[in-house]
């Protein structure tokens, strides 16, 4: 079992950053891939990044590629988003999984799930 707790999101403006956290406990955290998603209201869940257990994969989905960063500390149990040039279009929920199955494609979650951290971004 893993306990994942995000933090970080806000309201932000258009143009904005922001770090997200995603912070583990329970089982040994370094050996997950961990993976972010978030959702839109009344839209599906979608992939944002992923990063492999080692941090040596990571995936980003088209629309954040190089915008946005997926980073890890497995000595503070940590996983880290950062969001540069945020447009209202990143406006949802936002979601830490824990064990996803990360491809070059996509990222298929796995069973671990945080609560989400909303992020809002004004025009």
């Known amino acids: 079992q893993v306990q994942l707790v995000e933090s970080g999101g806000q309201l932000v403006q258009a143009g904005g950053s922001l770090r997200l956290s995603c912070a583990a406990s329970g089982r040994t955290f370094s050996n997950y891939n961990i993976g972010w998603f978030r959702q839109a209201p009344g839209k599906e869940r979608e992939a944002v990044a992923g990063?492999?257990?080692?941090?040596?994969?990571?995936y980003y989905a088209d629309s954040v590629k190089g915008r946005f960063t997926i980073s890890r500390d497995n000595g503070k149990n940590t996983v880290y988003l950062q969001m540069n040039s945020l447009k209202p279009e990143d406006t949802a929920v936002y979601y830490c999984?824990?064990?996803?199955?990360?491809?070059?494609?996509?990222?298929?979650?796995?069973?671990?799930w945080g609560q989400g951290t909303q992020v809002t971004v004004s025009s």
């Open positions: 990063i492999s257990w080692s941090g040596g994969t990571t």
């Open positions: 999984n824990a064990g996803p199955r990360i491809g070059p494609r996509t990222v298929v979650p796995g069973a671990y």
